[in-house]
């Protein structure tokens, strides 16, 4: 009885469970489903950033896409309610439509799925300062005084910085939701996110999760009343809750499974009630009852059966039992009732069936026992047979395993091994014996199989079955100058059409077609690549047969060279000048006294004119460049800057051409000359090339001349070989660098566009403790864990990456100001006047002044006999 009311109890519990779920239940599938939008909490301003970038993948986007049709459908949208704007981004930025351009849901949609994926990188900041500056602003259909709301949908870490950016979206107004997919970084998404994090910030594990998000940022927005402002329909009491609501009953009542209506409550039905067996309902009470058989008891709660035994037992043979509504008769232990129900006969207890035996039952008064077949043992549990264990009396006769079987045993051997016939020891089993068809070349027998080996100069392929013949030349062609062609067990070396081989076997020679006999041409032969052209001497000009020469007229080009008229003469001609004029010294121009009033001197700061000339002049603090124009102030003091530049394949030719610019642009800002700064190029792809040492160019033209004279290399990306060359090499006094004694400081500037083919570490490790200051500057597919290493600390001001070539001269601009400041640390080589080779220098350079004015003299007096003569020829 008390295990009986234990599980009355637990069943109570179980039913009023289930009553709350139900209800529960009742009421969540009981929230309205409303033909218009849900959200009319007033006019918001919403604009979706989303990743668009190649880790996304196809279906993921696909997800990405139903996430914000799903929230939009649950928007109201409109010119005066919500608008709706969408961005997307890699390593641009996409506006797929601004919050201005649509006003319903169906155009929305539309243009959300015809959006194409950029597949490109992860510039989360640009993207945020995008939104900002232009998805944000009046133009696009900002509005004043409405919430803007922005949400950034990610999966994977920003490749640039977001934290500066997303302040200040933040500080304009704009609130920012970020979420974060997969491998997104969580530090970036709460740099992002506005506060608190917890609202704002959403970590997913997939693409398929983002909607839980959707709930929570509708309720989020939404946050109206569906009480006061829906037909909820509750008969009784309505409850909201964000996004929802729920109907509750008075007191005495319970919710029904429509959710709305109340039914008072069943104190019976619902088992409130203390009646053993009936309960009997009455509004908000109940009284008890019992069954037939039964009769009440004084507690008017519990129920007794009637004892019918007690009347007399006489005609059971052994003894009665009472049972509901009359008796049975039941036997003593060991006996089972007859037919008659009254009498009694011992049990055959077998006769029930020997299930529990597992072979044979023997009954016996009140009871049985098992016993088992020959061959087998009774087990502890008196019932269960085991066969007798054979083995277990020894099997050192089988090499491998003893098996049993009835009344004795054979012997096992084990797996990838075969029975010998003396049925005791064992053989491996030889696979390849069986035919070793699937192998190209070799079949080897292993335990439990085979495998295929390839004849040397062969490797295995994936199959693990046919042989390919290795291609050596994969394994770096480099000591091949143009070709790599792999034979087996080795490669040899082939030149591309107008080479031939050299004896090393490697290297390659322009064929010479002029060694042939030049008869053809009349004055000069020179070699090309299949050919040869002919050029004539100075002075001459190449006729149409491309073979004969005949004399330049140099004034019939027209007398453009000279300001006023062109004189011809052999090999040559003259200019002179209108009376009022005087002719410069480079014999073409003519200029009035005061020319800073006539011409365009070009001058930045100031022109001033002296007789016959110009020059310019700048203000005190800055520096006149090069050009005689333009004022610099990148001149306190003097570097030794070697430039690394990415000569592989994958830059392309009309992007190498970009990055001489770029050099060019970079040797724009610099002091070069002997004792200033002095500038070092090398190329690199599988190999690396000087393009010009630190001590062969003195001034800036030259330099800028030389680098536009480079050729493209066109192979492999060996940064890590490029860094060791730099180091023991470019960097030494033989190829012009000034001795470390005198503290010019060395600056390295390494230019990439993707992932080294080689180790970085140790040679970017090797240049920092020799004391070069490194620079790192990325394009496109560059890897920025490796600009890093290469880059000298603090990286934040040595490392530089752009999405593409374009970008470039940006870099070289902010460039400029880092390596001015490194410039300026250097120490000016400050030389007593006094000493000897100073006032050697001196003497030097005032008789080279001095020697230049002579000539420039000399010049003018024959430019003057030149007219004298004319004028009296005239005469």
């Not at 279906?59 to 919500?82: P, Q, S, V, Y």
């Not at 003396?422 to 495998?451: P, Q, R, W």
């Not at 030349?473 to 034979?487: R, T």
């Not at 990055?659 to 700064?677: I, M």
């Amino acid at each position: 009885m008390a295990r009986l009311g234990l599980c009355r109890r637990n069943m109570t519990r179980v039913l009023v469970y289930v009553g709350v779920l139900i209800a529960i239940i009742a009421a969540t599938e009981a929230r309205p489903k409303s033909a218009e939008p849900k959200c009319k909490s007033g006019p918001v301003d919403l604009v979706f950033i989303i990743d668009g970038s190649r880790s996304v993948r196809p279906h993921e986007f696909e997800t990405m896409r139903k996430f914000m049709i799903d929230i939009i459908h649950e928007m109201d949208i409109g010119l005066e309610a919500t608008r709706v704007g969408v961005v997307q981004y890699s390593s641009q930025v996409q506006n797929v439509f601004s919050l201005k351009a649509f006003s319903k849901p169906a155009q929305m949609v539309k243009a959300i799925n015809e959006i194409i994926p950029l597949a490109q990188g992860t510039m989360t900041g640009l993207a945020i300062r995008y939104a900002m500056n232009v998805a944000f602003s009046a133009e696009e259909g900002a509005r004043p005084n409405v919430p803007h709301v922005a949400v950034i949908v990610t999966d994977g870490r920003p490749q640039d910085r977001v934290a500066e950016v997303a302040a200040a979206a933040r500080e304009s107004g704009i609130e920012i939701y970020a979420i974060g997919v997969a491998r997104a970084d969580m530090t970036s998404l709460r740099a992002m996110a506005s506060p608190p994090f917890e609202d704002h910030v959403f970590l997913v594990e997939s693409f398929d999760l983002i909607h839980q998000f959707g709930l929570q940022f509708q309720d989020k927005l939404c946050g109206m009343d569906l009480c006061l402002e829906s037909d909820h329909g509750c008969e009784h009491i309505c409850e909201s809750s964000p996004g929802s609501y729920h109907c509750l009953c008075l007191p005495g009542y319970t919710l029904n499974e429509d959710g709305k209506t109340c039914t008072p409550i069943d104190l019976c039905a619902e088992g409130k009630h203390d009646c053993q067996q009936i309960c009997i309902a009455s509004p908000g009470s109940f009284t008890c009852d019992c069954n037939t058989g039964y009769t009440l008891n004084d507690d008017k709660r519990t129920c007794t059966m009637i004892d019918y035994c007690s009347f007399g037992n006489d005609s059971c043979e052994h003894q009665c039992a009472s049972v509901l509504n009359g008796f049975n008769c039941r036997c003593q232990e060991g006996y089972s009732l007859n037919d008659d129900l009254k009498t009694c006969t011992m049990i055959d207890y077998c006769s029930f069936g020997n299930d529990s035996c597992e072979h044979e039952c023997v009954s016996v008064l009140q009871s049985f026992y098992c016993q088992c077949r020959e061959g087998y043992t009774l087990n502890e549990d008196e019932t269960t047979c085991t066969m007798i264990d054979y083995c277990s009396f020894g099997n050192d006769s089988c090499e491998h395993e003893c098996v049993s079987v009835l009344n004795g045993f054979h012997c096992h051997c084990n797996d990838g091994y075969s029975l010998n016939d003396d049925m005791k020891t064992c053989a491996m089993i030889d696979y390849c014996s069986f035919g070793n068809d699937s192998c190209e070349h070799e079949c080897v027998s292993v335990l439990k199989g085979f495998h295929c080996i390839c004849n040397d100069g062969y490797s295995l392929n994936d199959d693990k079955k046919t042989c390919t013949m290795i291609d050596y030349c994969s394994f770096g062609n480099d000591s091949c100058e143009h070709e790599c062609v792999s034979v087996l067990k080795g490669f040899h070396c082939i030149c591309n059409d107008g080479y031939s081989l050299n004896d090393d076997k490697k290297t390659c020679t322009m064929i010479d077609y002029c060694s042939f006999g030049n008869d053809s041409c009349e004055h000069e032969c020179v070699s090309v690549l299949k050919g040869f052209n002919c050029r004539c001497k100075d002075g001459y000009t190449l006729n149409d047969d491309k073979k004969t020469c005949t004399m330049i007229d140099y004034c019939s080009f027209g007398n453009h060279s000279c300001d006023h008229h062109c004189g011809g003469v052999l090999n040559g001609f003259y200019c002179r000048c209108n009376e009022g004029y005087t002719l410069q010294e480079n014999g073409k121009t003519c200029l009035s006294d005061n020319l800073c009033n006539t011409v365009e001197h070009g001058c930045e700061h100031q022109c001033v004119s002296t007789p016959g000339s110009y020059h310019c002049i700048c203000p005190e603090g800055h520096e006149l460049q090069d050009d005689g124009k333009t004022c610099g102030s990148c001149r306190s003091s003097n570097i030794d800057l070697v430039l690394l530049i990415d000569g592989s394949k994958s830059v392309r030719p009309q992007n190498f051409e970009l990055v001489k610019q770029f050099v060019n642009q970079v040797v724009d800002q610099l002091d070069v000359s002997p004792k200033g700064t002095r500038v070092g190029l090398v190329q690199y792809s599988s190999r690396v090339r000087t393009e010009f040492t630190l001590g062969m160019y003195q001034t800036k033209e030259e330099i800028k001349k030389a680098v536009m004279n480079v050729e493209y290399m066109e192979k492999g990306t060996m940064t890590g070989l490029a860094l060791k060359h730099m180091v023991e090499n470019s960097f030494t006094e033989a190829e012009g660098a000034r001795p470390a004694g005198k503290n010019i400081p060395r600056v390295g500037l390494v230019f990439t566009d993707g992932r080294s083919q080689d180790d970085i570490q140790e040679w970017a490790k090797k240049a920092k403790e020799a004391g070069i200051t490194m620079y790192a500057v990325g394009v496109g597919k560059a890897v920025e864990d490796e600009l890093r290493e290469i880059a000298s600390e603090p990286v934040e001001k040595h490392f530089f990456y752009s999405a593409d070539f374009t970008a470039i001269s940006q870099i070289a601009e902010n460039l400029k100001l880092n390596v001015c400041a490194a410039e300026s640390q250097g120490e000016i080589e400050v030389k007593n006047p006094c000493a000897c080779e100073s006032l050697v220098e001196f003497q030097q350079v005032t008789m080279s002044t001095l020697d230049q004015l002579t000539q420039k003299l000399s010049a003018m007096t024959k430019r003057l006999e030149v007219l004298e003569n004319q004028l009296l020829t005239r005469k």
